[in-house]
């Protein structure tokens, strides 16, 4: 079982920047994929950035050039550092991962997931 805690929304001007951080407990989280989604009210599920278990990444085109995902398996932690944001980046925003030490894993199979955190809130106003 991993259970996965997200931190470091808030609110920010446009223009600015967040980190978040997806800290995993339960086990060692070296061997997962995780990915950042996030969803505003009355839209849908939106993968934004992935990250293997080697370190291999992923993102959606909307965050591409602006939002970097890192891990620090030492720290069971996963970051996503959010630059240059945008109103239309106001959303909740997730992580969530499932176990897989191999190659070919992919962070946009949303049905791959295993585990989810409960979501911090990004607001950024104009």
């Known amino acids: 079982q991993v259970q996965l805690v997200e931190s470091g929304g808030g609110l920010v001007q446009a223009g600015g920047s967040l980190r978040l951080s997806c800290a995993a407990s339960g086990r060692t989280f070296s061997s997962y994929l995780v990915g950042w989604f996030r969803q505003a009210p009355g839209k849908e599920r939106e993968f934004l950035a992935a990250i293997t278990w080697i370190g291999n990444t992923d993102y959606a085109e909307s965050v591409k050039g602006r939002f970097t995902i890192s891990r620090d398996n030492a720290k069971n932690t996963v970051y996503l550092q959010m630059n240059s944001l945008k109103p239309e980046d106001t959303a909740v925003y997730t992580c969530?991962?499932?176990?897989?030490?191999?190659?070919?894993?992919?962070?946009?199979?949303?049905?791959?997931?295993?585990?989810w955190g409960q979501g911090t809130q990004v607001t950024v106003s104009s």
């Open positions: 969530a991962a499932y176990y897989c030490p191999a190659y070919g894993c992919n962070g946009r199979w949303i049905h791959k997931y295993t585990y």
